[in-house]
């Protein structure tokens, strides 16, 4: 999927998923393999609700724990 569609799907309903989706984008998307690519653009499908839940409990299992993981160090949410 193209960044720019990618940037456009980032933009969510709360400033909190803006800045934790476009975190993974712009420090993670690049450097990550086709797979976990194609799992983020699946992640931005999920309502943010759901997705409020995988970055606040993300021991929750779910096949986004990766990206999850990611975004919560890259915002310092976990060490």
Partial sequence: MEQSRLRWLCRRGMKELD??????????????????????????????????????????????RPIIRKIRHTLGAES
């Fill in 19 to 64: 800045t934790a989706m476009s975190t993974y984008l712009q420090h993670h998307y690049d450097a990550a393999d086709s797979a976990e690519q194609a799992l983020f653009a699946q992640l931005l499908q999920e309502q943010d609700p759901e997705i409020m839940v995988l970055i606040n409990e993300p021991e929750r299992p779910s096949p986004y």
